[in-house]
């Protein structure tokens, strides 16, 4: 069974930063895409930042220049560096792999991770 395991959320003043790390049982996890989403409460679960096998970056506008994602192929892991956090910010962050088609669509990932809690004060 394919596992993803979130860490590194918290409570991180306005402007502060965090970073999420999502290790993963997926494999061969080098030739995955992967991806982060959030669903803050009362809204639907939305597209953050997303990295093809191949490293091409995708990012939501509303974390463009703030938000970088990564992977480490070695490690089986991939990453989600939040920079210069806004109260709006505050969310569970899931970790996803191994999209079908649209890698900035929910619907489109085999596998998600149970969350981890980021909340920003202001």
């Known amino acids: 069974q394919v596992q993803l395991v979130e860490s590194g959320g918290g409570l991180v003043q306005a402007g502060g930063s965090l970073r999420l790390s999502c290790a993963t049982s997926?494999?061969?996890?080098?030739?995955?895409?992967m991806g982060w989403f959030r669903q803050a409460p009362g809204k639907e679960r939305e597209f953050v930042a997303a990295?093809?096998?191949?490293?091409?970056?995708y990012y939501a506008e509303s974390v463009k220049g703030r938000f970088t994602i990564s992977r480490d192929n070695a490690k089986n892991t991939v990453y989600l560096q939040m920079n210069s956090l806004k109260p709006e910010d505050t969310a569970v962050y899931y970790c996803?792999?191994?999209?079908?088609?649209?890698?900035?669509?929910?619907?489109?990932?085999?596998?998600w991770g149970q969350g981890t809690q980021v909340t920003v004060s202001s």
């Open positions: 997926l494999r061969p996890f080098s030739v995955n895409g």
């Open positions: 990295i093809t096998w191949s490293g091409g970056l």
């Open positions: 996803a792999g191994r999209p079908k088609s649209l890698i900035d669509y929910a619907g489109a990932y085999d596998y």
